[in-house]
Structure formats: structure tokens, C-alpha cells
């Protein structure tokens, strides 16, 4: 559509249009125009109203699994450019996501659980099912609260900014959470336990590493700083397990 020479601004009227808002068809200055292609780009008022500059999961466009796909992915492939780019919205939404999270990792624990325990003694294990889905999902959100609370701690004696961003920014930075679902289809067919292990070091090491740039880019953390937060949460969890084990083994001793 051509747009003539004496067209204005439908925000700014003392400036000339030069484009057209994909979404709402204002005509519109370059200013007002957000990143894009031509034909995709909208103006600043629809970019508001669809929550475009919030993370996928907490836009008004498109159906929530498709939401989450694109969170998701954005989470655990493009995660400079995801937090970096998105405005922190609602610790509700983002929990909401995080619940998401959760709930596939203990479904996927659950059906893999009841599925070798009923193979292996001939009997569909269902009264099992209950149990293991609410040990797995408790242990979850123990992991999460551990690792929140004490990467909120780290973030604010570095000079971060506040509490809200760090749920915001951890109930996202938990997206690897999903790939416990992969140690739990791959536990059942390890004899030795390697795989399983390589998985639980990867996805702890992924976690640490969203968590530094949560820190970085939601909290504004120099990368030194930003390191030291994203690994406290690591390095607790790491001590509560060794200690743990050390406790074990004592009390085990003759």
C-alpha cells in the first residue's frame, strides 16, 4: 500500500509517515515501529497491548502451546537473546510456565516408574502412580525453591534489583528442568548408571547456566558478578548432596 507524502504520524503529527502498522494499519513513523521485517513489524501501542516485549509465554499471541514451544526454546537455545529482549512481566505468569515445567517432568517420571515396575513383577503398578507423581513433583519444587532462594541471596549482596525479577527469572531459568524427563526414560534402560549420570551433569551445569544470565541481563550483573550468582545456587546444592552422602557413609560404617 503507498503511502502518500502528506500522510502523518497517527502518534507523532508532526512527523511524516513512512510506514504502516502490521497489526492495527496506523499509519505510522519509522520511530514508532518495533524490530521486524516490513510486513510483521507493529507500532508501539500494539506492541504493548499484545505484550510483545515480554517473553513469548506472557504475549497475547498465539495459543499457549505454542507459547510454551517458543519459550521454551528461546529458554534453552537463544537464552542471551531471549532474556536480554524481553521485558520482566508477572512472577505469576512466569511460575505458571515454571508449573508447566514441572508437571511434564513428573508425568514422564511417573509412566516410566509404573511401566518398569509393572514389567518387571507382571502387574500394571497404577496405585503406584499417585505416590511417585507427588514424590517427584515435591522434589522438584524443593530443588527450585533451594536453588531460587539462594541465587536471590548471591543476586543481592552483588547489587541486584529485586526480588520479583529473580522469580521471574528463575521460574523461566528452569526450563532444562525438562530434561530430568530424558533421565527418567534413560534410567530404566542404563545397566551402569553413565548415562544417567552424564544427563543429571549436564542439565545441573544448563541450570547454572541460565541462571548467570539471568543475572546478567534480568538483574544487570557484571560478568563476574553475574558468575558468582548463577553458581551459588550450584555450589549449595553440591555441598548439601556431598554432605549428605558423607553422612551416609559415617553412619553406615561399622
Do not use: K
Not at 519509522?30 to 513469548?56: S, Y
Not at 548415562?195 to 541481563?217: D, K
Request: glycine share 10%; net charge positive.
Amino acid at each position: 500500500m503507498e503511502i502518500a507524502p502528506e500522510a502523518r504520524c497517527a502518534a507523532h503529527p508532526d512527523t511524516a509517515a513512512d510506514a504502516i502498522c502490521a497489526r492495527c494499519g496506523d499509519l505510522v513513523c519509522g520511530a514508532c515501529l518495533g524490530p521486524g521485517d516490513a510486513d510483521t513489524r507493529v507500532c508501539a501501542a500494539c506492541r504493548e497491548r499484545l505484550g510483545l516485549d515480554r517473553i513469548a509465554w506472557e504475549q497475547a499471541v498465539g495459543g499457549w502451546a505454542s507459547r510454551w514451544w517458543r519459550t521454551t526454546r528461546g529458554v534453552l537455545f537463544a537464552s542471551v537473546p531471549t532474556f536480554s529482549a524481553a521485558t520482566p512481566g508477572s512472577p505469576g505468569r512466569a511460575l505458571g510456565y515454571l508449573a508447566t515445567v514441572m508437571l511434564t517432568v513428573a508425568l514422564v517420571a511417573t509412566l516410566m516408574n509404573v511401566l518398569t515396575f509393572s514389567s518387571r513383577v507382571g502387574l500394571v503398578a497404577l496405585p503406584a502412580a499417585l505416590p511417585i507423581f507427588a514424590f517427584v513433583l515435591v522434589a522438584q519444587a524443593a530443588h527450585v525453591l533451594t536453588r531460587t532462594l539462594v541465587f536471590h541471596a548471591a543476586v543481592h549482596v552483588l547489587g541486584g534489583r529485586g526480588l520479583l525479577r529473580s522469580v521471574w527469572g528463575s521460574a523461566y531459568a528452569h526450563a532444562p528442568l525438562l530434561f530430568y524427563a530424558l533421565v527418567s526414560v534413560f534410567a530404566p534402560l542404563s545397566s551402569n548408571g553413565v548415562v544417567v549420570a552424564v544427563l543429571v551433569l549436564c542439565t545441573e551445569l544448563w541450570l547454572f547456566g541460565e541462571l548467570l544470565i539471568v543475572a546478567q541481563h534480568v538483574h544487570g550483573l557484571s560478568g563476574g558478578r553475574a558468575l558468582l550468582a548463577g553458581a551459588a545456587p550450584w555450589l549449595v546444592l553440591v555441598t548439601l548432596v556431598s554432605a549428605s552422602c558423607l553422612s551416609g557413609l559415617a553412619l553406615g560404617a561399622p
